[in-house]
């Protein structure tokens, strides 16, 4: 394995010739370490990727029954797994693929139960008592369907999905789709009918946004801090669990944790071959004369189409199996205020799945997995705040590969390690000559124009291993599932812009420019975070009823960079007042950041409540830090940078007079253009404009959660909670030149909605800036914010209902949120967004609004699918949220500062749209000879709702123009053939 993880780093010639012998030493000692703890100490049961059994053996009067034969087996499993009850009468199976289930028990003198479709989701645990009658004769009872609906011992608030939820109901078929239906999560966009398929989601986990975990196979897939990282096969899914909140020593972040499986082999042979397809006679529209008075022309899918195909099955039976698949899909979309004939928003994605599956021996599993991705996005950014000349080309291309070994040593130990690689190179292309067309912004309507800015090339590169045991014993008072285990993982965040636009980006006010931002183009930079952490947990029941979780997880998130460059032709510029503002050129030597140590503990206290499952009172709370990724990638010289100046148009051309696209400035050059430096500054090769605090705390998230879950009637699951996440510490540049030295105050007009002057909708506000003497004085420290406290409150309800021997599930939640943050003063311009505000750090510079505010929000979503007579189908898939808190921006133009955006009332007095997006599926199913053949109809938005998603908030002419509705009402025809 430590060889293996050598050869990975050797082939991409990631880590440099001063780095890497110790690297490898690290590599190399984390790994031995992780295999002794596997071999030898008491440890952990891996929740990424299985579920586990549990149960006891008792007779008819309640006294244990020891030796006790458990067997377990399922289509989904190789082989059998065998058990024998101790003295107490239990018997567990601690790490086993999520399927459905035989167990069946035998005793001399005892009728051999069998229970049958015993349900295992994954990273749950299902608990069982086996009552077995005494029998003159040999004698078998077989019990259908009873497989408990409550985890009484995990305190984590979560849902699962099995293939068979995931295919039933109407969805994008992607993992935000699994999100949304998700309670507890919020999306911050909305899928109909594929129309955002083809882009990553944002969304909440209780309230927080980001500090995601998604791991796949048993591997970190996350992009970054919190993106999905890669567009999977909807149809290889196997098995999809969400955990919202409160989840145990595995999960690392404050927000959402997803762990999915891939499909494998069995011993029969198996495949699905699916389509989908819509095109614009499909499409309803949803454009009214309300909506059209505010600049909306409609954003329907013009086409959509998706193929999957899929095989599985043995080589060798209950041995070695394999499962193969590939998906391809288009979405092409209107934009609106886009001619369409001029573009439309473009998506291709060809994915690649493969996994294979080894049982060499009765106690170990051989497992690899591979995937391959192409996406292709020609007009990225298409909005109707940036048109078909200011869009970057995507042409990217995603991998990840991994193996795992588990081992079984005996009823009481479990382990596995896992090692492999994700990534990603992902370009990014300008669609016109920055010579002509230099990229330009409106200040006042977020118009872009131009040249599309700041054209990149991202490579992410996250070579990584884990792993863990599990073990049990009663030894000491009650039972004990302890839990150890390590992650090890380098990632590798590469980063470019490039020079294909320029090194320039002009700022307007109705057409003239204001402001000038110079940037350091082109530079390459390679930003690492290695992580190595340990992990340790205790599931302790004691008695029959009460169950203690506590655990631990260790953290050390050591910040570099290696090697990178600067290659700016903005160099050799002169300033009147600050002399030397060009770029450095050369290579920056690569350097040691920072580390952080952290521990974040974990402790939950589940109660059992009759003692017989159907009751549970569940109370955890947990730490949960930051995933630093590359943020702070700011102090590495090598880093994008940028500089923005006043900017004064002497000679009315609209150009500068030093920007190397229009000027020989080889030989250096004396600007006039330029005023007052509102931020940045150039820095050095050996040092930047960014500098680091030292004492500098690493942010997370505190979580509670306080919950009942009740098994109302037979097969179904209600859940009443309490959630609270406090994040706290969060970080990132602050201009300490500025923050805590506005102490100038001075009034401006607001314009109004109209954002015209002297006209009777005008206001005044009241705002403070930064003394004359700090004009033009910037200092940029990579810190804490000032005033980053957040805090969510959520009351949660969430229903869960299955029906044996059927198809058929309900999964239903209810939110209400309630949040205090600093919202940012942004805007939002993206048509997949449905949030026109985020969370982000801002100055104080508003006396009449505070900078800290509150906000609520609410939701309603439910999926499930019915079997009705003549065995046709009924998919739902529904949300009901309600919109974002906002409020409108006024442009205000700051002595010293420049131009700033301020809120002109608190966010609480307005919201956006109430969103009711209800989507049916009728299907119908043919038996054939050799397999299945379903058609379905897909009905998205049936109300044919044109809820406003997104639009403008800034004060002036583009104020309340639309940028996204949802979408129209829109039929999907379907085609599944399994066999």
């Known amino acids: 394995m430590t060889n293996l993880l050598m050869r990975m780093f050797d082939q991409t010639e990631l880590i440099n010739d ?142 699962s999905f099995n293939a068979d939820n995931l295919k039933n109901v109407p969805t994008a078929t992607d993992m935000w789709a699994i999100l949304a239906m998700t309670p507890g999560v919020r999306m911050e966009a909305y899928d109909v009918g594929g129309s955002h398929k083809s882009q990553q989601l944002s969304y909440e986990s209780f309230g927080v946004s980001g500090q995601n975990r998604i791991m796949t196979e048993g591997m970190d897939s996350t992009e970054g801090g919190g993106g999905t990282g890669f567009y999977f096969d909807y149809y290889s899914k196997d098995d999809v669990r969400v955990v919202g909140a409160t989840g145990d020593v595995e999960m690392t972040t404050g927000g959402a944790y997803v762990i999915q499986n891939i499909k494998t082999g069995s011993n029969e042979y198996h495949g699905t071959i699916q389509q989908s397809y819509e095109n614009r006679s499909f499409i309803r529209e949803n454009v009214d004369a309300a909506t059209e008075a505010r600049g909306f022309t409609g954003n329907p899918n013009r086409l959509f189409w998706e193929s999957h195909g899929d095989v599985g099955g043995a080589v060798v039976q209950d041995r070695l199996w394999f499962y193969g698949s590939f998906n391809a899909f288009k979405i092409d979309k209107i934009i609106s205020g886009v001619d369409p004939s001029l573009a439309t928003d473009i998506g291709k994605i060809f994915v690649i799945t493969g996994k294979l599956s080894w049982r060499p021996t009765d106690m170990d599993q051989l497992t690899g997995f591979g995937y391959w991705q192409l996406k292709e996005k020609p007009n990225r950014g298409l909005s109707n705040t940036c048109g078909p000349d200011c869009i970057l080309a995507q042409n990217s291309w995603s991998r990840m590969w991994n193996g795992t070994w588990e081992r079984t040593w005996s009823d009481n130990l479990f382990t596995d390690v896992t090692a492999g690689v994700m990534g990603f190179s992902w370009p990014m292309v300008a669609a016109v000559d920055p010579k002509t067309n230099p990229p330009r ?59 294909a636009s320029g090194g320039t980006r002009y700022v307007d006010d109705a057409g003239t420019p204001i402001e000038l931002v110079i940037n350091n183009f082109p530079q390459f930079a390679d930003n690492r975070n290695l992580h190595t952490d340990l992990f340790a947990q205790d599931t302790w029941t004691l008695g029959s009823r ?151 705390n690493l942010g997370y998230t505190d ?17 009443i909670g309490f ?29 109004g909605l109209d954002g015209v002057e002297g006209t009777a909708d005008d206001g005044v506000l009241n705002l403070r800036t930064i003394p004359e003497s700090a004009y033009g004085l910037t200092s940029s420290v990579l810190t804490n914010y000032p005033r980053s406290d957040q805090d969510y409150d959520n009351l949660e309800v969430a ?19 309630t949040r205090r943050y600093m919202p940012s003063n942004g805007n939002s311009t993206s048509p997949l967004s449905a949030s026109p505000l985020g969370w982000a750090y801002e100055l104080d ?30 998919g739902v898939n529904m949300q009901i949220n309600s919109g974002w808190n906002y409020a409108r921006l006024f442009n205000a133009a700051f002595p010293g500062m420049g131009r700033l955006r301020v809120f002109t009332e608190a966010i609480e007095n307005n919201r956006s749209d109430t969103v009711p997006l209800i989507n049916l599926r009728f299907d119908k199913r043919f038996a054939l000879p050799h397999g299945t053949f379903t058609l379905m109809g897909d009905f998205y938005n049936i ?37």
């Open 799 to 817: 229903f869960q209902k299955r029906f044996r021997g059927t198809r058929a599930f309900v999964l239903a939640g209810f939110d209400y949120g």
């Open 546 to 696: 009460v169950t203690i979780n506590a655990g631990v997880r260790f953290q050390r998130q050591k910040l570099y960079y290696v090697d990178g460059n600067s290659n700016s032709p903005i160099r050799n510029v002169t300033h009147p007042d600050y002399g030397q503002i060009g770029w450095p050129v050369g290579t920056i030597e690569g350097q040691d950041v920072h580390s952080f140590d952290s521990l974040a503990p974990r402790l939950g206290v589940n109660i059992d409540v009759m003692g017989d499952g159907r009751i549970a009172v569940k109370a955890s709370a947990g730490r949960y830090h930051f995933n630093v990724n590359d943020d702070f990638g700011g102090v590495n010289p090598g880093g994008a940078r940028s500089q923005v100046y006043e900017f004064n148009d002497l000679d009315g051309n609209g150009l500068w007079d030093c920007d190397p696209l229009h000027v020989d400035i080889t030989g250096g050059c004396a600007t006039v253009e330029l005023g007052t430096r509102l931020s940045g500054q150039p820095g050095t090769l050996l040092g930047t404009g960014t500098t680091l605090d030292p004492n500098i």
């Open 441 to 499: 912004i409106d200040d006042n309507t977020g118009v872009r124009t131009g040249a599309g800015y700041g054209p990149f090339i991202f490579n992410r590169y996250k070579p990584q291993t884990r792993g863990s045991a599990y073990y049990f014993t009663d030894a000491v008072g009650g039972t004990h599932d302890f839990k150890l285990g390590y992650d090890f993982m380098i990632d590798s965040a590469q980063f470019g812009r490039t020079f």
């Open 943 to 979: 109300m044919n709702s044109n809820a406003v998603l997104n639009f403008q908030v800034r004060s002036g002419s583009a104020y309340n123009t639309i940028i996204q509705a949802l979408d129209p009402m829109t039929f999907m025809l379907g085609l599944r053939y399994e066999y």
């Open 723 to 751: 959630v609270r996440k406090s994040v706290r510490d969060s970080f990132g540049g602050v201009n300490s030149a500025r923050e805590g030295n506005l102490t100038e105050n001075f009034t401006v007009v607001d314009h």
């Open 845 to 874: 510079v508003n006396r009449d609004t505070p900078i800290v505010q509150d906000s609520t929000t609410w939701g309603f979503k439910a999926a499930g699918h019915f079997v009705l007579p003549q065995d046709i189908g009924l």
């Open 18 to 159: 001063k780095q890497e012998g110790i690297m490898r030493r690290m590599i190399f000692c984390v790994l031995l370490v992780g295999f002794v703890t596997l071999l030898v100490a008491p440890a952990a049961y891996a929740q990424r990727s299985e579920g586990r059994i549990i149960g006891t053996a008792l007779d008819p009067d309640g006294i244990p029954l020891p030796g006790v034969t458990v067997t377990l087996t399922s289509p989904g499993m190789m082989g059998e797994r065998v058990a024998f009850t101790g003295a107490e009468g239990g018997f567990r199976f601690p790490a086993i693929p999520p399927a459905t289930y035989q167990l069946t028990t035998a005793l001399q003198g005892f009728r051999t139960v069998v229970r049958d479709e015993i349900e295992v989701p994954v990273g749950v645990t299902l608990t069982l008592t086996v009552t077995m009658e005494v029998a003159a004769v040999e004698e078998t009872i077989t019990v259908v369907g009873e497989s408990p609906l409550i985890d009484i011992k995990s305190s984590d608030v979560g849902a």
């Open 703 to 719: 979580e509670i959660n306080l919950s009942v879950e009740l098994q109302v009637v037979e097969d179904s699951a209600l859940r």
